[in-house]
């Protein structure tokens, strides 16, 4: 059974940075594509970054130029660097895998597997 696990979020002021990192387990011996979702109570849970098998990244337009999204095959590992951040940044920050087509990446329900998710917290 695959299971997500998310660590690095924390609490930081403004323009700070903060490096999330989301560990795969218990998969095939297929490559997932990965992604990066976020949430605030009240609101949807909206795409962030993806990162699909071939290397092929994409970003949600508000985070383009500060966040990185980035794999380690090696570790199984899911990282999204995310730098200059601000109080809209805080969120819950979600792990994502298994994605049929990376066109399709903001539609939540076409992806096969979540974490539990890993709080960010802005201050201004």
């Known amino acids: 059974r695959v299971h997500l696990v998310e660590s690095g979020g924390g609490s930081v002021q403004a323009g700070g940075s903060l490096n999330l990192s989301c560990t795969l387990s218990?998969?095939?011996?297929?490559?997932?594509?990965m992604g990066w979702f976020r949430q605030v109570p009240g609101k949807e849970r909206e795409g962030v970054a993806v990162f699909d098998t071939d290397g092929t990244t994409r970003y949600a337009e508000f985070v383009k130029g500060r966040f990185t999204i980035s794999s380690d095959n090696v570790k199984n590992t899911l990282y999204l660097q995310m730098n200059n951040l601000t109080p809209e940044d805080t969120a819950m920050y979600y792990c994502?895998?298994?994605?049929?087509?990376?066109?399709?990446?903001?539609?939540?329900?076409?992806?096969?597997?979540w974490g539990q998710g890993t709080q960010v917290t802005v201050s201004s």
């Open positions: 218990g998969y095939t011996t297929n490559p997932y594509c």
């Open positions: 994502a895998a298994d994605l049929p087509d990376v066109e399709w990446w903001l539609s939540i329900d076409d992806w096969g597997y």
